[in-house]
């Protein structure tokens, strides 16, 4: 079955640097991973979807790029801020398989 | 528009006892889709349903079971609860099925279950 990783459960950065989080995925390739932020006791919230045909894809100071020769999905966030601070979760799917989820990355944006 | 809701936002049970949430998905949504969460296994799919049919069913007993309704809200039930059943129960819905498209889903608020 599909997996898919975030390679770090925590992420620790300064004020206006530029966080990068990773997700790498198993086996097949995915039709596209969605990324998702959430924060303590919510439901997460989508931000971005790339698709397997897309390399880039951007929305306002977030980039998520999409590398299927690596299997990897790095998601950006520019000019970070302590609001920034949250758990992010990558998912993908394929076909008809259901979304899995990464167990995702706990980011603190320390001011 | 409203969000999606979920009742009851707190539960607590005893092991052996059965329970039901319901998740009222955003108007004009059609796919309902719910997840489990535990800081252990984080986010695990359970089911989609999709127009009253379930579309897609993850690796989870028999026990856990739901359905949806012609107005697209949907309940999920857990039969003879055990303690690991202790979790956040997540709906979220979709304007179509998530399969294939990548179908942007909005998450409920999610109903936190505690099994004693």
């Known amino acids: 079955s599909q997996k898919i990783e975030q390679n770090s459960e925590a992420l620790n950065i300064q004020e206006g640097k530029t966080a990068t989080l990773t997700c790498n995925y198993t086996n097949y390739s995915p039709a596209y991973l969605q990324w998702y932020r959430q924060d303590p006791g919510r439901g997460p919230v989508f931000l971005l979807l790339?698709?397997?045909?897309?390399k880039e894809k951007r929305k306002e100071r977030l980039k998520v790029t999409f590398d299927t020769t690596l299997k990897q999905s790095l998601f950006h966030i520019t000019a970070s801020q302590p609001a920034d601070s949250a758990t992010y979760l990558c998912?993908?799917?394929?076909?008809?398989?259901?979304?899995?989820f990464g167990k995702g990355t706990r980011l603190s944006v320390i001011a | 528009k409203a969000g999606v809701t979920q009742t009851p936002r707190y539960l607590i049970k005893t092991r052996g006892q059965q329970v039901t949430l319901s998740c009222s998905p955003i108007?004009?949504?059609?796919?309902v889709s719910w997840y489990q969460q535990t800081p252990g296994q984080g986010l695990q799919f359970l089911f989609e349903?999709?127009?009253?049919?379930?579309?897609n069913k993850g690796n989870f007993p028999g026990r856990f079971s739901g359905r949806q309704f012609s107005n697209s809200r949907s309940e999920m039930n857990v039969s003879t609860l055990e303690l690991g059943d202790s979790a956040l129960y997540l709906c979220?819905?979709?304007?179509?099925?998530?399969?294939?498209?990548?179908?942007?889903?909005?998450f409920g608020p999610g109903t936190r279950l505690t099994v004693l």
């Open positions: 349903y999709f127009s009253e049919t379930q579309r």
């Open positions: 998912a993908q799917a394929s076909g008809n398989t259901p979304l899995v």
């Open positions: 979220a819905s979709s304007l179509g099925t998530l399969a294939g498209f990548g179908n942007e889903q909005f």
């Open positions: 108007s004009g949504h059609r796919s």
């Open positions: 790339i698709r397997e045909n897309e």
